[in-house]
């Protein structure tokens, strides 16, 4: 189960609703036969998941400024549309994904703005190669040159790849997100939960 957007009306905050109502659909998750949840808290609601809620801390989510390099062989790139890949998922009427493709990898991204200037997002890694050792630095040469973009941003992580790049100082965060999870079932051990991979397209950030 995703726990995704929660918010309390600033007329009722600190008596106890934000609590009550992750509890109530903890225990209706769980009813369902849902075996675990997992989600992405701010730093404010970080200590309440933890201490009222019984979330574990899994890590805060790794941020990383990529500069792109130059390469010899440019992946192909193309823009999703509302069908195949983009029927579900990269469907959204507000945002406008693309792909990037090699032999080895693909990724998903999407363009915004920060400061007026343009930022490729990388919201998706995808390895099609398990044998091999791959770089990303082809694929992000080709999203900034798709987004006409002098930056790629990458926010998760994929233990396929090694994905190195400039973490921005804390004062350039906001509000950091912090992946958290919970057993919902018994037989679970939500210490033992851990993922291989989270990135921005697994929840509502885009």
């Known amino acids: 189960a995703l726990s995704c957007d929660s918010a309390v009306d600033p007329d009722l905050q600190r008596g106890g609703v934000f609590k009550k109502f992750q ?38 989510l790794p941020v990383k400024v990529l500069v792109p390099t130059p390469t010899r062989n440019m992946p ?5 549309d509302a069908d195949g890949i983009a029927s579900w998922r990269c469907s959204s009427p507000t945002t406008r994904f693309s ?3 090699s032999e080895d990898a693909a990724i998903i991204t999407t363009r915004v ?15 099609r190669r398990s044998d091999t050792t791959t770089s990303l630095r082809p694929l992000i040469a080709a999203a900034c040159k798709h987004h006409r973009a002098p930056l ?3 926010v998760g992580f994929n233990h396929a790849f090694a994905v190195r790049g400039i973490t921005p100082p804390r004062k350039m ?6 992946m958290c999870v919970k057993s919902l079932q018994p037989h679970i051990d939500q210490d033992t939960l851990n993922f291989s991979s989270y990135e921005l397209l697994d929840f509502d950030a885009y």
């Open 173 to 178: 965060l906001p509000s950091p997100l912090h």
């Open 113 to 127: 703005k920060h400061g007026g200037i343009p930022v490729a997002v990388i919201v998706r890694t995808i390895a």
């Open 76 to 80: 192909t790139s193309f823009a999703l």
């Open 152 to 154: 790629a941003l990458y």
């Open 99 to 101: 792909m990037h493709t």
């Open 23 to 60: 509890n109530e659909a903890s225990v209706a998750a769980s009813a369902s036969g849902l075996e675990f949840g997992f989600g992405c808290a701010n730093w404010n609601s970080l200590v309440v998941f933890q201490k009222h809620l019984g979330w574990r801390h899994v890590q805060p």
